[in-house]
């Protein structure tokens, strides 16, 4: 059984930075990967983020490019998402997800969740 557990997150000032982490357990390959997410009420999950752990091909979506970064430690199968130059708009609940396969951003690509860790962005 998948298991993810998050942690990090917090209160920031815009231009800050946060870093997330995501712990993942129960893969038996490393032919998985892992996808960033985050969530504001009353709108859709959106994906920005993700990586194949096999290989560390990373993608990310335009509105966090240059902002936001994946690095991994394969000794504690976790992932982290470094968290730059950060804005108000940033300010969301963030999800990371694992399913076997390659990197995606699409929620339908995984079946495991974490628990969520409430980012906000204010001065």
């Known amino acids: 059984q998948v298991q993810l557990v998050q942690s990090g997150g917090g209160l920031v000032q815009p231009g800050g930075s946060l870093r997330l982490s995501c712990s993942a357990s129960?893969?038996?390959?490393?032919?998985?990967?892992i996808g960033w997410f985050r969530q504001v009420p009353g709108k859709a999950r959106e994906g920005f983020s993700c990586?194949?752990?096999?290989?560390?091909?990373?993608q990310y979506e335009d509105f966090v490019k240059g902002r936001f970064s994946l690095s991994r430690d394969d000794a504690n199968n976790t992932v982290y998402l470094q968290m730059n130059s950060l804005k108000p708009e940033d300010t969301a609940v963030y999800y990371c997800?694992?399913?076997?396969?390659?990197?995606?951003?699409?929620?339908?690509?995984?079946?495991?969740w974490g628990q969520g860790t409430q980012v906000t962005v204010s001065s």
């Open positions: 997800a694992a399913d076997h396969g390659r990197c995606s951003v699409l929620a339908s690509a995984y079946r495991s």
């Open positions: 129960g893969f038996s390959t490393d032919f998985y990967a």
């Open positions: 990586i194949s752990i096999s290989d560390g091909l990373t």
